[in-house]
């Protein structure tokens, strides 16, 4: 019996509770609502870090006499790819790390990322030679050697004007297909840093008819939205 009187009991307060919830009348409700509205501004972003980690710098020319050793221009994290001035006519060099290309870009197809230079500039005679005959670029791997097969560098045929401290390269469109280092498939929002990033060896492969000189050239680096 006791169990019995608990149970009508419970059952005597629920109905009482439904009754008094029934008896409030409804609250005046009023909507409205404001629209919004943006656009996605298509973003694509370069950085470059020159000598972009520890053990940068030239190797190779074994026989030459010679051992290569980074230039006063090459720092960790900046500077140039400096080769220096042990390096010989005759024999071929990898500079290890020379360059780390990092991309954002939020287009949903990725993008293409384009290198090409000027012809090599001889400073000490005030010439010119070809760079697809001398500096070559490669992804940065362990197994690269002096001899690894590398892509030469070529010369854009296109106008350039001093700036962006160095030489920028002034397409009408789009870089031409022969400049291509790097297809990325797809948007870099998601990644580490909502960037994506690829280092690059370069070769100097040094004929035994090159000018005992001083020489430099400028490469740039454009990336472009696919």
Known sequence: MRTLRR??????LAVALAIALGAHPANAQSYG??????NVT??????????????FGPQ??????????????????????????????????????????????NDGSGFTL???????????????VPIN??????????????????????????????????????YAGSPPGTAIV??????TIGQPGNAVAQGYDYQLRLGSVSNADSFSVYVTYTAVGN
């Open 133 to 170: 005959q001398i500096l070559y670029w490669l992804v940065s791997s362990g197994g690269n050697s002096p001899f690894s097969p590398a892509t030469p560098f070529t010369a854009t045929t296109s106008p350039t004007s001093a700036g962006c401290g160095g030489q920028c390269i002034n």
């Open 42 to 55: 298509p973003i694509v972003t370069l950085a470059l870090t020159p000598n972009y980690q520890t053990g």
């Open 182 to 187: 790097w297809h990325y498939p797809s948007t």
């Open 60 to 105: 190779g020319g074994a026989g030459s006499g010679s051992t290569p050793a980074p230039g006063s221009g090459a720092v960790l994290g900046g500077g140039a790819v400096d080769f220096g001035n042990q390096v010989v006519q005759g024999y071929q060099y990898l500079y290890k790390y020379a360059v780390q290309a990092a991309v954002t870009t």
């Open 114 to 128: 384009y290198a090409e230079g000027t012809n090599i500039n001889d400073t000490t005679l005030g010439s010119t």
């Open 7 to 12: 149970l009508l009991g419970f059952g005597i």
């Open 33 to 38: 609502s404001t629209r919004l509205a943006w």
